[in-house]
């Protein structure tokens, strides 16, 4: 117990002992602040492109930037937006709340913590330096397809190769340590089935997250040997394939988007419960849901190559298996809505974005079902319909759910209550301007609009202005966020808020003390 | 002092932030390095020193601890937990590699050569290519000079098969001789596990001499070399990692650490040393022999 008590006490004053706390630290709690910090300016970042992107195609015709620039403001958007910013929260979530939820003292492997956070900012110094390099930044897509990315991919693709390899090491790391938390520190009597459904997610999300970073690296390492070594992996005329480039990535990229989803069901399955004032509906079907869902995510992977030139037993293959994970996902959906059916609900912040996620993200999986479909994916494919299928899981889902979060845990992890007036406000106003954005984009996308152009045929104006304009707003609404959680954060009152700081919450992490303490349990508490 | 209370949380520590840096610094240092930018070999460089000061210093706090008996049981099952993971992910990565393989020797070549819906594909591109694996003419002869000859399967690799799963059977005797405590067969047989890596890297060294210099195969000759050289590659910087990984122990085990309870480092290498073993094998299998 001493080593432990020993860093609890006394901190030593002053700029130096500051950084090095940060920098040092091993401590759950610290590094996952440090996760939401970073994710919180990469998304000011991502955030300042996708403005200038919605400015661009604010009317037709080149107003702003020139079409390469364009180009490598939707990569690095896409990029930044998908591995700084929706993966870093959910990691930091998992820090601060795993060990706290699990009656753990810590992360199972303090010091590879705090390694997997420090990569993540070289990553991204590196990946953000091509912008400010001669010649352009990596300029096509965030799904870096051979040969744009190999014969004809600019010097700095080369940063974004070992920026993906660094990203990748971080988030190996970081899930291995998440599963050895929570499969090793659980306390005495938290049985597996008796895990709230966050940790779970976690537990999920972090396998697929080690089953498929390798893969993206072998991808990236690939592009890398083509490049530079003479390798034919993705040139037919040594033998190699593009297309084989297309089957990597996507064998990554479909369970990585599950990895940006997954933690993002867990915490709407804890907020839901907690303001309805009834435990979650059907809490089993829940587990196996995810499971589920995490098991069809690596056979359906070509369902984002249906126009690439695959064989067409393939294309009834994938569309079947992709059409099966509208069951599980339904499962969910209606569970949560079981959940609300009958509670006695409030309509506080993080219930507010809990509802909103459960309506919204069930829209961006409907829009899913329908690319689904071979035949009507002909159609959609590469137009503007799939920007705003995905932006509908990804923003009202993944963003709305890392906002209910911070609001839900915030006075947990401050000690003061954010301001609900002013949360509020950042909610009424998110939540429609996120439809203006988004909505008006699957009109564009079933008219013919292709996605990733900088001008666009007079008949879409209309849409676009619409789009740019929520876009806006939706951007102008994240400072309301950001100056509450920045002001909860510094304030110096004192709330003396109670341990169980929202009256319907269950969970070992209500148990704690408010603010909860430097080291979440010494002795592991005994669940009952 | 209770047994659940003891799960031993680390004081602060300044070796994952240098970590990082030094991961900076090899990423940073390749991409120059790549360019011919001059600063190239020094980030490299000094990347590579900082890894190695930081493993050194990490090992070195980590055995100290270990050691001074801060470990428990639960401590134990979390570095298992994180070895075993951080070798699954591994074989991922060697996933990829041999994914990609088994699309080129099964779809990709096929198709060029007109197979199934290549049919069209053949006839327009290059008419003239024929199918076959190895791939000794490529689809475009100017763009990849094939190479001549591939090696020859029942030589090298055969020997290479038996040495490291020799390897294999020592680095068990050794686990053995560590858990009856007889110190002088586990130095010996721990050792003789290391030799063996190193005749078999020394081996694939020559091989690889072969292929460049005799049957004009390196990795720019098509997708035969591509893949081949990115396997065989891979898997040898895998043998040296493991090959080191044992040394250390084996310097550990000369200095007298490792009981026949405690001894989680031994069995993390040797996890490690399997783990590379079984790769060869699917490697003999599939790059050299079908």
Redesign the interface.
């Known amino acids: 117990m001493s080593e432990i008590a020993e860093h609890t006490g006394t901190r030593k004053k002053g700029f130096f002992a500051w950084i090095a706390r940060w920098l040092f630290t091993t401590n759950h709690k610290e590094i996952g602040t440090l996760y939401l910090v970073l994710s919180g300016i990469m998304l000011l970042v991502g955030g300042s492109m996708a403005m200038l992107i919605r400015a661009e195609l604010f009317i037709p015709g080149l107003q702003l930037v020139q079409p390469d620039f364009f180009n490598q403001m939707t990569t690095m958007h896409g990029l930044i937006m998908v591995f700084g910013v929706v993966m870093p929260a959910f990691v930091g979530l998992a820090n601060w709340m795993i060990p706290m939820m699990i009656g753990a003292p810590d992360m199972a492997l303090p010091r590879l913590n705090n390694w997997s956070f420090w990569i993540l900012p070289f990553a991204f110094t590196i990946l953000s330096s091509t912008l400010f390099l001669e010649g352009p930044a990596p300029n096509f897509g965030w799904t870096m397809y051979a040969p744009l990315s190999t014969t004809f991919g600019p010097a700095s693709t080369d940063y974004l190769i070992f920026s993906v390899h660094l990203m990748g090491i971080s988030s190996i790391m970081g899930a291995i340590n998440v599963i050895a938390t929570i499969l090793n520190l659980r306390a005495p009597g938290m049985k597996m089935m008796r895990l709230p459904i966050f940790v779970w997610s976690w537990l999920i999300t972090a396998f697929l997250l080690i089953a498929v970073m390798p893969v993206l690296a072998g991808a990236v390492t690939m592009m890398l040997m083509d490049r530079h070594f003479g390798t034919s992996f993705f040139n037919a005329a040594g033998g190699g394939d593009p297309l084989l480039f297309q089957h990597i990535f996507w064998f990554f990229g479909h369970p990585e988007v599950y990895i940006m989803i997954l933690p993002a069901f867990g915490i709407i399955s804890e907020i839901l419960p907690t303001f309805s004032r009834k435990p979650i509906f059907g809490y089993k079907f829940m587990v196996y849901a995810i499971a589920c869902i995490a098991f069809l995510s690596f056979i359906v992977w070509a369902h984002h190559m249906f126009v690439s030139g695959i064989p067409m037993a393939a294309e009834l293959f994938f569309m079947y298996a992709t059409m099966l994970i509208a069951v599980p996902t339904g499962v969910k959906v209606f569970n949560w809505v079981s959940t609300m059916f009958k509670g006695s609900l409030t309509f506080e912040t993080p219930m507010l974005f809990a509802i909103a996620f459960v309506i919204l993200f069930t829209i961006g999986g409907f829009t899913g079902l329908m690319l689904a479909i071979v035949p009507a994916d002909y159609q959609y494919h590469d137009t503007y319909f799939v920007v705003g299928h995905f932006h509908y899981v990804l923003v009202p889902g993944a963003l709305f759910s890392i906002f209910a979060a911070i609001y839900y845990w915030l006075p947990k992890w401050t000690g003061r209550m954010y301001n609900e007036r002013l949360g509020k406000w950042h909610f009424w106003l998110s939540a429609i301007s996120v439809n203006i954005t988004f909505f008006p984009m699957h009109f564009l996308g079933l008219t013919g609009m292709p996605r990733r152009i900088p001008d666009y045929a007079l008949q879409f104006t209309d849409f676009n202005m619409i789009a740019s304009i929520g876009a806006f707003i939706f951007g102008l609404t994240q400072l309301l966020f950001l100056y509450n959680v920045v002001r909860t954060m510094f304030s110096r009152r004192t709330d003396n808020l109670p341990d169980n700081v929202w009256e319907g919450a269950h969970g070992l992490e209500w148990t704690l003390p408010t603010p909860a303490p430097a080291h979440t349990f010494a002795l592991p508490p005994e669940v009952k | 002092?209770?047994t659940?209370?003891?799960?031993?949380?680390?004081?602060?520590?300044?070796?994952?932030?240098l970590?990082?840096?030094g991961?900076?610094g090899l990423?940073?240092g390749?991409?120059n390095l790549?360019?011919s930018h001059i600063v190239g070999p020094l980030v490299f460089i000094s990347g590579a020193v900082l890894i190695a000061l930081t493993m050194f210093g990490?090992f070195h706090a980590v055995i100290k601890e270990s050691r001074a008996g801060?470990y428990d049981a639960?401590m134990d099952?979390?570095?298992r937990?994180?070895m075993f993971?951080?070798i699954?992910?591994?074989i991922?990565?060697f996933?990829?590699?041999f994914?990609?393989l088994f699309?080129?020797r099964e779809?990709?070549?096929p198709?060029?050569g007109g197979a199934?819906?290549g049919e069209l594909t053949h006839l327009l591109?290059w008419p003239d290519f024929k199918a076959a694996w190895p791939?000794l003419a490529?689809?475009?002869p100017q763009?990849?000079v094939a190479p001549q000859k591939t090696l020859y399967t029942w030589g090298i690799p055969a020997m290479n098969t038996l040495i490291l799963l020799s390897s294999g059977v020592t680095i068990t005797l050794a686990h053995w001789a560590l858990k009856r405590n007889e110190r002088n067969k586990l130095i010996i047989f721990l050792g003789l596990t290391i030799v063996l890596g190193l005749v078999f890297l020394s081996c694939q060294a020559y091989e690889y001499y072969l292929a460049h210099y005799k049957y004009g195969l390196n990795?720019?000759?098509?997708?035969?070399?591509?893949?081949f050289?990115?396997l065989t590659g891979f898997h040898a910087a895998h043998v040296i990692i493991g090959a080191i990984m044992l040394f250390i122990i084996w310097l550990r085990c000369v200095k007298g650490h490792f009981t026949p309870e405690h001894h989680f480092g031994f069995e993390a290498s040797a996890w490690y040393w399997h783990f590379v073993d079984a790769i060869w094998l699917l490697l003999f299998t599939f790059v050299y022999w079908l």
């Open positions: 002092m209770p659940h209370g003891s799960y031993y949380v680390p004081e602060r520590s300044v070796w994952p932030i970590g990082a840096v991961l900076f990423g940073y390749s991409i790549l360019h990490w801060l639960q099952r979390s570095f937990w994180g993971w951080f699954f992910s591994e991922m990565f996933g990829v590699f994914g990609a699309y080129a779809l990709s070549v198709w060029l199934g819906s591109i791939l490529n689809p475009d763009a990849f990795i720019a000759t098509g997708i035969y070399g591509s893949t050289f990115m």
